[in-house]
């Protein structure tokens, strides 16, 4: 069965921002990174994540790609009051 990926690496985004574990203000921040590792290589790919090959258990999210996690994030799973 085929999927969209894009909509997968959205979701994904969204919710590395939910288990982000560092935030440096302008630089980005870092995120476990128990995720698919196709999504994580996409994500790379489309500057949102450093490269999330190495022993690591967390991935650096630049700073675009956290403001797109944020955002993303409070899209798929704020609650409006």
């Known amino acids: 069965m085929e999927y969209d990926k894009d909509k997968i690496d959205d979701y994904t985004l969204a ?3 939910l288990v982000m574990c560092e935030r440096h203000e302008e630089y980005g921040g870092r995120a476990w990174k128990g ?8 994500l790379h790919e489309k500057g ?3 490269d999330p090959k190495g ?3 967390s ?6 790609g956290y403001k797109k996690a944020e955002e993303l994030f409070w899209k798929f799973f ?3 009051e």
Do not use: C, P, S
């Open 15 to 17: 919710l590395l921002f």
């Open 59 to 64: 991935v650096v999210i630049t700073e675009d």
């Open 78 to 80: 704020g609650v409006e």
């Open 35 to 42: 995720f698919d590792w196709d999504t994580l290589g996409r």
């Open 48 to 50: 949102f994540l450093g």
């Open 55 to 57: 022993k690591a258990k």
